[in-house]
T-cell receptor
């Protein structure tokens, strides 16, 4: 069945460090791919999305490219800030939405 | 505020009690989803409505779980005879259209259910 696997956390980085959170997926068709973010005390909100192979989603300095050949949608940011500390969820949607287990990011000043 | 709202935000139930969790989606949103999120995990799909029609309930873990959306707006998730394994955060999300493949879900803050 469809599923999403993302790297376990927590990930702890210093401010201005480079971030990568790995996400791979299994899908029977051609899903849309999403990254959602949950800031402390808040609900999930969409960070970025890509709807077909080779699409790049981007928002707030974060990027992710839909790689069909490696079934991946890794999240990257060139320079993280303390305010990026949150839990990040990779998700796919084909017939229904499937979420990864989340990766907690801690950014220290 | 025009976001998705859920009530109550916190619910403590004794094992065996029935509970009802409410979701108010964004006004006019056609699609509505319920998810269960266990501690340290991602949301897991429970059920999906398009207007008042429940099109997919394959994620409901047992027949103790029941969801409805009778007028195509507010939805209620009911859990009968609660068990400790039902303890989780229950999330509601809505999408503006019936076409869900490419579109953003807007999530509510969730209801944290604790079953003692």
């Amino acid at each position: 069945g469809d599923s999403v696997t993302q790297m376990e956390g927590p990930v702890t980085l210093s401010e201005e460090a480079f971030l990568t959170i790995n996400c791979t997926y299994t899908a029977t068709g051609y899903p849309s791919l999403f990254w959602y973010v949950q800031y402390p005390g808040e609900g999930l909100q969409l960070l970025l999305k890509a709807t077909k192979a080779d699409d790049k989603g981007s928002n707030k300095g974060f990027e992710a490219t839909y790689r069909k050949e490696t079934t991946s949608f890794h999240l990257e940011k060139g320079s993280v800030q303390v305010s990026d500390s949150a839990v990040y969820f990779c998700a796919l949607n084909f017939n229904k939405f499937y979420f990864g287990s989340g990766t907690k990011l801690n950014v220290k000043p | 505020g025009a976001g998705v709202s859920q009530s109550p935000r916190y619910k403590v139930a004794k094992r065996g009690q029935d509970v009802a969790l409410r979701c108010d989606p964004i006004s006019g949103h056609v699609s509505l989803f319920w998810y269960q999120q266990a501690l340290g995990q991602g949301p897991e799909f429970l059920t999906y409505f398009q207007n008042e029609a429940q099109l997919d309930k394959s994620g409901l873990p047992s027949d103790r779980f029941f969801a409805e959306r009778p007028e195509g707006s507010v939805s209620t998730l009911k859990i009968q005879r609660t068990q400790q394994e039902d303890s989780a955060v229950y999330l509601c999300a809505s999408i503006k259209t019936s076409g869900t493949l490419f579109n953003e879900q807007f999530f509510g803050p969730g209801t944290r259910l604790t079953v003692l």
